[in-house]
């Protein structure tokens, strides 16, 4: 007759427990600004005429500056949860992303400067940059 209870009994604990711990952080002021993080620099050397660039979303700003390779400038703080943090280039695709996982606080910002006249799809969208060319599909 009370075969049930005991599960249902763990889960409201397990259940309490989580938004104990999720209150608390929030109470405790973890939180997380990119703006107040140290910035960390990254150079690729490229040629290509088009680059494809994915952000997932971060906030970036692109710019096309007097250069011959690309520098992405990553501004990253986390108060908690397990960090992923992706800056790589594989052909004429260039993959940034950072963020958490889990009970996360996290903030993230990127610059991408891109040699001026080079063509670059972001996300999926062409982008126009002065003095780049228009890429093609």
């Known amino acids: 007759m009370f075969s049930g209870t005991g599960s249902k009994r763990s889960l409201t604990l397990v259940t309490t427990a989580a938004a104990a711990v999720v209150a608390a952080l929030g109470l405790t002021g973890c939180s997380a600004d990119a703006s107040t993080a140290e910035p960390e620099s990254k150079r690729f050397a490229y040629g290509g005429s088009s680059l494809k660039l994915t952000t997932?979303?971060?906030?970036?700003?692109?710019?096309?500056?007097?250069?011959?390779?690309?520098?992405?400038?990553?501004?990253?703080?986390?108060?908690?949860?397990?960090?992923?943090?992706?800056?790589?280039?594989?052909?004429?695709?260039?993959?940034?992303?950072?963020?958490?996982?889990?009970i996360a606080f996290c903030d993230a910002k990127f610059k991408v400067e891109v040699p001026r006249g080079l063509a670059v799809v972001r996300d999926g969208k062409t982008t126009d940059l002065p003095g780049a060319p228009s890429p093609r599909h």
């Open 56 to 102: 997932h979303e971060v906030a970036t700003e692109l710019v096309a500056a007097d250069r011959k390779d690309i520098k992405v400038t990553r501004w990253f703080d986390h108060a908690a949860g397990s960090e992923r943090l992706i800056w790589s280039l594989k052909g004429d695709t260039l993959d940034i992303d950072a963020g958490c996982s889990g």
